[in-house]
T-cell receptor
Framework: ETGVTQSPTHLIKTRGQQVTLRCSSQ?????VSWYQQALGQGPQFIFQ???????GRGNFPPRFSGLQFPNYSSELNVNALELDDSALYLC?????????????FGEGSRLTVL | AQSVTQLDSQVPVFEEAPVELRCNYS??????LFWYVQYPNQGLQLLLK??????LVKGINGFEAEFNKSQTSFHLRKPSVHISDTAEYFC????????????FGGGTRVLVKP
C-alpha cells in the first residue's frame, strides 16, 4: 500500500511568484485536503477536494487554489506569494465519506518565500 | 465553529516518567476528537480518536486519552515515556458534517530526557 506522497519536499520562491505543490493520495482514497502549518503552529485547513471538485474551504484567499485529477492526485497552487506564505504544506487523504476524520498525511512540502 | 487550546507549548519529561498533555476545546455542536503526533521533518500520524462511546480511548504506542464533556477536555496521557516519544503532539476536533476539516490546537512539544 502506497502512502501519501508530496513533491517537492523543499522549495524557495520570491515574493510575487507562483508555486505549485503536488500530492498523490493513498491508494483507495478519493478525498484530498490541504493544510498550511506555519512554524510553531498547528496545521490550518485550506481546502478539500472530492471527486475533482472543491467541497470545503478554510479561511484562505482566492490566490490559494487547487485541482484534483481523475486518479485522485491533487495540486495546490498559490499565486502572488507573500512572505507569510512561508510554511509547511501538508496534504492528507481519506476514503470518501469518512466521517471519522482519519486522515493520512504526507510529509509535507516546505515553502520558503524570500 | 470550533477552537482548540493546548495549554502547554512545551513539556520536558524524564524517560520512564508519566506525561499528560492537556487539550480543551470549544464547540456549539458535538465533535469528534483526535490526537496526532508529528516527529521531526515528518507529517502527522494519528495516535487515537474519540467518536462516541467509552470516554477512555486507547491509542498506539501506549497512549490513551479521556474525553470529558462537562469540562470540554481531551487530555492525552502515557504512563511511561521513551526517548522515541520526543515529538510534537496536536489535539484536533471536527464537527460531524465538516468533511476533512480538522481544527488543530497549537501543539505541545514533548522533550524526553534520559
Amino acid at each position: 500500500e502506497t502512502g501519501v506522497t508530496q513533491s517537492p519536499t523543499h522549495l524557495i520562491k520570491t515574493r510575487g511568484q507562483q508555486v505549485t505543490l503536488r500530492c498523490s493520495s493513498q491508494s483507495g482514497h478519493n478525498t484530498v485536503s490541504w493544510y498550511q502549518q506555519a512554524l510553531g503552529q498547528g496545521p490550518q485547513f485550506i481546502f478539500q477536494y472530492y471527486r475533482e471538485e472543491e467541497n470545503g474551504r478554510g479561511n484562505f484567499p482566492p490566490r490559494f487554489s487547487g485541482l484534483q485529477f481523475p486518479n485522485y492526485s491533487s495540486e495546490l497552487n498559490v499565486n502572488a506569494l507573500e512572505l507569510d506564505d512561508s510554511a509547511l504544506y501538508l496534504c492528507a487523504s481519506s476514503a470518501g465519506g469518512s466521517r471519522t476524520g482519519e486522515l493520512f498525511f504526507g510529509e509535507g512540502s516546505r515553502l520558503t518565500v524570500l | 465553529a470550533q477552537s482548540v487550546t493546548q495549554l502547554d507549548s512545551q513539556v520536558p519529561v524524564f524517560e520512564e516518567a508519566p506525561v499528560e498533555l492537556r487539550c480543551n476545546y470549544s464547540s456549539s455542536v458535538s465533535v469528534y476528537l483526535f490526537w496526532y503526533v508529528q516527529y521531526p521533518n515528518q507529517g502527522l500520524q494519528l495516535l487515537l480518536k474519540y467518536l462516541s462511546g467509552s470516554t477512555l480511548v486507547k491509542g498506539i504506542n501506549g497512549f490513551e486519552a479521556e474525553f470529558n464533556k462537562s469540562q470540554t477536555s481531551f487530555h492525552l496521557r502515557k504512563p511511561s515515556v521513551h526517548i522515541s516519544d520526543t515529538a510534537e503532539y496536536f489535539c484536533a476536533v471536527k464537527g460531524p458534517a465538516a468533511g476533512n476539516k480538522l481544527t488543530f490546537g497549537g501543539g505541545t512539544r514533548v522533550l524526553v530526557k534520559p
